[in-house]
């Protein structure tokens, strides 16, 4: 491309954070060139400095952070010495930021499109009906249901792929020239994630917009980007186009992310004649007012296995979960711990029935809260639980911080903030751990997670049910990580168990309908494998991608 079709050229940046009171490198001298219309793929483990590149691109760092040398250049504006009003006046209307998390970026207090026409209205460029009237137009390109209606929603109304389709057409807004997309579908199912990847790429088409797509999920990379760029610790690896980047990586550390998530448990089968841990029979549930959520869901969950329970957003999984700790009663069935009634509001649960179940969350970032020490996070339900005190209390901490594999001496005093998001997870384990459970439901618990750290992840959480003869409900979206660690597969769809069974026969078919639809929307490493697959299921182009049934089967 010449050089007049530049829209970013950065040179030399270096970016410091402040750690025990100096400066360090984060970002050590990074190169980055990226033309009107282009895709740009940022990849690498947790803490490479994708992130704060993308904000960097901006002319922003975050918190604790500085730009300490090097140049940013956005459409012939230096940034790196531009004040801050101009600054200002590019962030939202010729730059946008599309996060990770859409419900933790929007405001739950306000509507959608309220949200979404006020840059529009801040930076004058429409009066609220046209910028209204805009709004309904990309939510319709974007292929969101109801478009006419949808953004009078508030955020909680909507789904999290709703939501993060959204966040895109809220970024396109203003029809900024660059947009930075930081990991915008990781928490995202696979059938949902295919109806936005189509409708980022539709859109970035459209309106030959540049991006920065950030992301550790190599199979997504190579769907949305023209080139991709491998960090590690704040240097630059290699840079190549996709296919190339794909087909011959040329550098050590990029071959050993391509080979990644080797990990897999052997498979367990369920002891005859034993009396299951958990047993969900015949469960009804919904929300109040609210239609049924759950329908005649029925399984069983051994001591020390794992049960998988996958499907699309909104099939019930963690409503299945909430059913079974108690937080939401069911309206029909059973839950029994060891052939016993659980009582189905957890408030009329004694102690030892509350500990017997517990729960880690998808989020570690907001499941920990992050003014508290690490070493009370651990130790609340400890003394909860077990009445523990004093150098007892500390003991239990320090042994349940060595299990979850961190130095007690180096993360006691912690808060969360100081830690990276795997050592977050970990917390949230030993967390649950804490209250000597027999029965942990891992909702996603490693979706918000690089691919390295997930596996690091998938083992830990493995070697502690092999030691504690822990049983795990795993609610996941990622097929990867069902074949890592399952023993058994629920599959789940509206509300109702479709299909369940061993693993190693999940994986076999024939399968139903949906699981197939399920196992045929994972992303490949192919350049082609979405464009092919949208072929396949009857869309002309990608810009018809999600107003085909996708999600159908």
Not at 113 to 125: G, K, N, S, V
């Amino acid at each position: 491309m010449s050089e007049k079709n530049v829209l970013l050229k950065i040179r030399g940046l270096k970016i410091q954070g402040y750690s025990d009171e100096t400066w360090v490198d984060i970002i050590k001298g990074v190169d980055l060139t990226l033309h009107r219309g282009e895709v740009m793929g940022l990849i690498g483990e947790s803490g490479a400095g994708k992130s704060t590149i993308g904000a960097g691109a901006m002319g922003y760092a975050r918190d604790g952070t500085r730009i300490s040398e090097g140049s940013i250049e956005f459409d012939g504006m230096e940034l790196t010495t531009a004040s801050e009003s101009e600054k200002r006046a590019l962030r939202g209307a010729r730059i946008a930021y599309v996060a990770q998390s859409a419900a933790a970026s929007f405001n739950p207090a306000h509507k959608i499109i309220d949200q979404h026409t006020e840059a529009p209205l801040q930076y004058r460029l429409k009066k609220r009906m046209e910028a209204q009237e805009d709004a309904i137009d990309l939510y319709n390109r974007l292929r969101l249901p109801n478009p006419e209606e949808i953004g009078f929603r508030y955020p909680h109304q909507v789904s999290g792929g709703q939501l993060q389709r959204a966040m895109t057409a809220m970024a396109m807004s203003c029809r900024p020239d660059l947009i930075i997309f930081d990991e915008p579908t990781t928490a995202l199912d696979v059938t949902t994630q295919i109806e936005v990847l189509a409708a980022i790429r539709d859109i970035v088409e459209q309106f030959n917009t540049a991006a920065l797509y950030i992301t550790h999920d190599l199979a997504v990379v190579a769907q949305m980007a023209d080139t991709i760029k491998v960090l590690l610790k704040g240097n630059e690896v290699e840079e190549a186009p996709t296919e190339e980047m794909l087909s011959n990586p040329k550098e050590d550390y990029t071959k050993s992310l391509w080979a990644v998530r080797s990990f897999e448990s052997p498979q367990r089968y369920r002891p005859k004649d034993s009396t299951p841990l958990i047993a969900v029979k015949n469960v009804d549930a919904a929300y109040t007012g609210g239609p049924k959520i759950l329908d005649d869901v029925s399984f069983d969950i051994y001591e020390g296995m794992t049960v998988a329970v996958v499907g699309e957003s909104g099939s019930g999984k963690s409503t299945t979960a909430r059913v079974i700790t108690g937080l939401l009663p069911q309206s029909k069935g059973d839950v029994l711990f060891k052939g016993e009634p659980f009582p189905p509001d957890y408030r009329n649960r004694n102690k030892d029935q509350l500990r017997q179940s517990q729960m880690i969350y998808q989020m570690a970032d907001t499941a920990l809260n992050p003014k508290v020490k690490i070493s009370e996070i651990i130790g609340r339900p400890a003394q909860f639980y077990s009445g523990l005190t004093g150098v007892e209390l500390k003991n239990r901490v320090d042994e349940l911080l060595d299990l979850i594999e961190l130095d007690p001496s180096l993360y006691y005093n912690r808060y969360p903030p100081e830690l990276s998001g795997g050592q977050k997870q970990r917390i949230g384990i030993a967390r649950a751990l804490a209250a000597n459970p027999t029965f942990i439901v891992c909702d996603e618990v490693t979706s918000a997670l690089d691919q390295l750290v997930a596996e690091g992840i998938l083992r830990l959480l493995d070697r502690l049910q092999n030691e504690l003869n822990l049983a795990y409900m795993f609610i996941t979206h990622d097929l990867a990580t069902v074949r890592s660690i399952a023993d058994e597969v629920i599959v789940m769809q509206q509300g109702k168990v479709v299909e369940q069974g061993p693993k190693d026969d999940m994986f076999t078919p024939p399968h139903h309908p949906y699981t197939d639809l399920l196992l045929s929307s994972v992303p490949e490493m192919d350049p082609n494998w979405l464009t092919t697959l949208l072929e396949e299921r009857g869309v002309d182009n990608v810009g018809d991608a999600a107003s085909a049934k996708i999600t159908d089967s």
